[in-house]
């Protein structure tokens, strides 16, 4: 098994630990006996820590807590009685809407960044990752190694060492270049007098982060914070057990053998033969037949030389028709069909009136219109770098299906990579990282994956109703936005005000951003410290 790295702990601070934690030692436990506001919050504090979430809440949080009430309580026990009342409950009602009422929140650590695509895939789930954004890459863990998984059956390969090797040479450049982009930029964008230094520190470090992130490999090791229902986390474990990957399903047990000490019996079906068996043989010989009938005329011949790009593939041309329809059919006591005999007899003013009384003045982008917005669809075809690709996945509300990640497509370079003067160094890191993956496929397709660095593009689908699409692409254009997806949302605005001629539902994103910026985290940096100093 991969060699997760091990924490130690004092004496007290086991004492402490165990009240809180299904277990101190491993990489995935889950979250007890603690208020629903302060797992949330450690979850969120979690994202841009560098830090393992029990040493998070020993140094930030268990001063802020009352203790005396658990002393003597241990995560791992008393789990009996709630065992047996749940499972009455199942044998009186049959229900899996049982499942769906009670949670866990569960930390995901060390997992590489192809495992977590796989655990944020589900829309029932809530997940906070920690950022490439805000912390660095440049430090080894406990154990001495860099932070990147080493898959058992390619280390036992003849491209064991060499795998070793080239990824420690991309850690290597990450980890040179991020002080000279780092002392480029503070030279380029000298400090303004209203912020303070550490405002500043964090703008600079954000815009060298994302610069360079592109370098790591997708077997970059992140942390997870995923919190769902019992139903949630059977679906995600049954597709976890019959994945290719080795990583997936041994990640897969250990999350199981957590889960069971917290919610046993919402997950009493996955290990049933009948049951579990059954449903995980059937998502597994649904795709292993599929890849096979397509079999090589599935290869697609296209070449990197496409570079980012947005295509429209799906949309209604009458859309706002089937918008408006919706409007007026939840808002008078009109059929459908009187609704659409209705909206036919509008002129193009009265139709524009109607969409701007049901959108209302919105103050800012998280006043959204109603669900008649969602009568209507948009499918993209997005062809980006890994990296935004991360960000725009974690989207639950839309439709999402990406292909296995590979060099095909090439490779993007960041501008502010080119104007520090570091291309050649951050080119000659990712065409090493592209040859290591053309030699690995050859005998480890699936883990191949691991090789390619996050500045490789990968092709994906969005499909997503225009509600969604209108939080989406608001979202994601703002200009603290990486420049990667921002590029991807202002591409998706266009295509539905151009392409599919959604003027109304566009004129609706009032908030979609094209504005130019230096250093994209500096006003949210200052509204951060804004409020810092406001809290009482």
């Not at 997940?127 to 390619?154: C, I, K, M, P, V």
Request: with cysteine; aromatic share 10%.
């Amino acid at each position: 098994m991969h060699p997760y790295a091990l924490e130690e702990f004092s004496d007290a601070e086991t004492a402490i630990l165990r009240r809180y934690f299904t277990n101190l030692d491993g990489p995935v436990f889950a979250l007890v006996n603690l208020p629903e506001v302060v797992k949330g919050a450690l979850f969120a504090r979690y994202s841009r820590s560098s830090k393992s979430l029990r040493r998070l809440f020993l140094d930030e949080f268990v001063g802020d807590l009352e203790l005396d009430g658990d002393v003597g309580v241990d995560a791992t026990v008393g789990l009996k009685r709630a065992d047996e009342l749940y499972q009455r409950i199942f044998v009186e009602y049959g229900d899996d809407s049982v499942a769906q009422l009670g949670g866990v929140h569960l930390a995901c650590e060390q997992a590489s960044n192809v495992l977590t695509k796989v655990l944020e895939r589900g829309r029932l789930m809530s997940y906070l990752e920690q950022s490439t954004r805000y912390l660095a890459y440049d430090r080894r863990l406990g154990n001495g190694l860099y932070r990147f998984y080493r898959d058992h059956d390619l280390l036992e390969s003849r491209y064991g060492a060499r795998y070793i090797g080239e990824m420690d040479r991309m850690f290597d450049t990450y980890r040179e270049l991020l002080p000279e982009l780092t002392e480029w930029l503070t030279r380029r964008y000298p400090k303004a007098d209203q912020d303070t230094d550490f405002v500043y520190r964090q703008a600079i470090r954000a815009k060298a982060f994302d610069g360079l992130r592109g370098l790591l490999p997708a077997s970059a090791l992140s942390n997870l914070g995923v919190y769902g229902s019992g139903q949630a986390y059977e679906s995600l474990l049954l597709r976890m057990r019959v994945h290719p990957l080795l990583e997936v399903r041994q990640y897969c047990d250990l999350m199981f053998d957590e889960l069971v000490k917290v919610i046993p019996s919402f997950l009493s079906r996955v290990n049933v033969p009948e049951r579990g068996g059954v449903w995980g043989e059937y998502l597994a010989t649904s795709a292993r037949e599929t890849k096979s009938w397509l079999g090589a005329s599935s290869r697609d011949d296209t070449d990197g030389d496409g570079g980012d790009r947005v295509n429209l593939v799906g949309f209604d041309p009458r859309g706002e028709d089937r918008v408006l329809e919706a409007i007026v059919f939840a808002h008078s006591t009109m059929s459908h069909e009187g609704a659409r005999v209705r909206v036919a007899q509008l002129s193009a003013t009265e139709r524009q009136e109607l969409f701007a009384r049901y959108v209302g003045e919105r103050m800012n982008r998280r006043h959204r219109p109603g669900r008649a917005f969602e009568r209507t669809d948009y499918r993209f075809e997005v062809v980006s770098d890994y990296g935004a690709f991360r960000d725009l996945q974690r989207h639950r509300l839309l439709t999402v299906e990406w292909q296995p990640l590979n060099v095909a497509l090439g490779y993007d370079v960041p501008d502010v990579v080119v104007d520090a003067g570091l291309s050649s160094r951050y080119r000659e890191s990712l065409e090493r990282s592209g040859e290591l993956y053309r030699d690995v496929a050859q005998d480890f397709p699936e883990q191949a994956q691991y090789c390619v660095a996050l500045a490789y593009r990968v092709r994906f689908v969005l499909q997503m109703n225009a509600r969604e699409a209108l939080h989406v692409i608001e979202l994601r254009s703002g200009p603290q936005g990486h420049p990667s997806y921002r590029r991807v949302a202002h591409e998706m605005y266009r295509l539905i005000r151009d392409r599919a001629g959604h003027s109304n539902i566009a004129a609706a994103m009032r908030f979609v951003d094209f504005t130019d910026t230096d250093l994209e985290r500096l006003e949210a940096e200052r509204a951060v410290e804004r409020r810092r100093q406001n809290h009482p």
